[in-house]
């Protein structure tokens, strides 16, 4: 079975169409199936896929491939040169100091510090006092192209033992489980992430041939890696997914993972989430999609995501996203 994807919050859209003016908002969210009425809902979602083809949009338009996230911009080709730059590396403990140094060049916010700490190789976002301040997104965003690079530099998906970050923890932290494969913390002393220091000594194995593909991608191959197999959380996610219209018990889905249930639920707790909110969150993933990638009826879509009943549907969507169903069929039906 596909995994299922994680869909992606409004704010993140928002902080990324920050440097747009409004008339370009609205044309570029609209050319990336996203009604612009869903951008003044905080509790809005898109799917990955139409946030990947905003994203692309906004790096052309703007010429900048973090759409206004840093106060100097990084124009189209930075991703391309950071990557020559490392492909020659002889393992990946040298292209990650490579990394830092190069960003160390261009930007001013912060400086990309890698080392090793015992068991533990790290990358930390290290804010330079007198420069700009970067925003939450931008130490997330950052963390995760060092992550993606990482990975993708040595054809290894690289587990996380820890994403650590300085602010506090946010309203809607459950998203950072699908962005970081592994613990995500908030306020600590440091924003880091650590993972097992044997991945520093693993050679470089992509070659200059297959850049290209890479960089067609973005930024899925370095925002969305699906790590369905190391997280308790995405396996959960799978189970619930797969046994709809159904909706499965916990006692059920630890049955399934060969866990008993009081286990599941301290594991589940253990990478900060709950068996409900895993259940809410597949469930509102799942009608998104079908919301803006069909024309079922609404009807059918509450049916197959657990609802008999439309009108709890509708109240349960509401709930999940500040919004009607029918506002993200706005673009389809409009």
């Not at 079975?1 to 003016?21: H, K, Q, W, Y």
């Not at 995760?144 to 690079?149: A, E, M, N, P, S």
């Not at 059920?252 to 259940?279: D, H, M, P, W």
């Amino acid at each position: 079975m596909r995994p299922l994807s994680a869909t992606v919050p409004i704010s993140v859209v928002n902080g990324f169409l920050s440097g747009a003016d409004r008339a370009a908002v609205i044309r570029l969210a609209e050319h990336s199936g996203i009604p612009h009425e869903l951008l003044g809902m905080p509790a809005a979602r898109v799917t990955q896929e139409q946030f990947s083809t905003l994203y692309r949009l906004l790096a052309m338009e703007l010429d900048d491939e973090m759409p206004g996230i840093f106060a100097r911009p990084l124009r189209n080709g930075t991703l391309k040169f950071l990557c020559l730059s490392l492909l020659d590396a002889p393992r990946l403990e040298v292209a990650l100091h490579r990394f830092g140094q190069f960003f160390h060049l261009i930007l001013d916010e912060f400086q990309l510090v890698s080392r090793r700490e015992g068991p533990h190789g790290t990358v930390e976002f290290a804010a330079n006092p007198g420069g700009p301040q970067a925003s939450a997104l931008a130490r997330e965003l950052m963390l995760k192209l060092v992550h993606g690079v990482a990975s993708w530099l040595i054809r290894e998906k690289i587990p996380l033992v820890e994403a650590a970050f300085q602010f506090q923890r946010p309203a809607q932290s459950g998203d950072l489980l699908y962005l970081f494969p592994g613990p995500v913390r908030f306020g600590h002393d440091r924003t880091f992430i650590a993972f097992d220091a044997a991945y520093l000594d693993r050679p470089i194995r992509q070659r200059k041939s297959d850049l290209d593909a890479f960089l067609q991608r973005a930024p899925e191959d370095w925002i969305f890696v699906s790590f369905t197999e190391e997280m308790v959380c995405h396996r959960v996610r799978q189970c619930i997914a797969g046994g709809l219209p159904t909706t499965p018990t916990v006692d059920a889905v630890a049955q399934e993972l060969n866990y008993s249930a009081r286990t599941l639920c301290r594991r589940l707790e253990a990478e900060g989430t709950t068996f409900q909110a895993i259940k809410d969150e597949v469930r509102r993933d799942i009608a998104i999609q079908r919301l803006t990638r069909s024309g079922d009826a609404i009807t059918a879509i509450a049916y197959d995501v657990g609802f008999d009943n439309p009108t709890a549907f509708h109240r349960a969507f509401r709930h999940w996203t500040g919004s009607t169903p029918t506002a993200y069929r706005q673009r389809k039906d409009g």
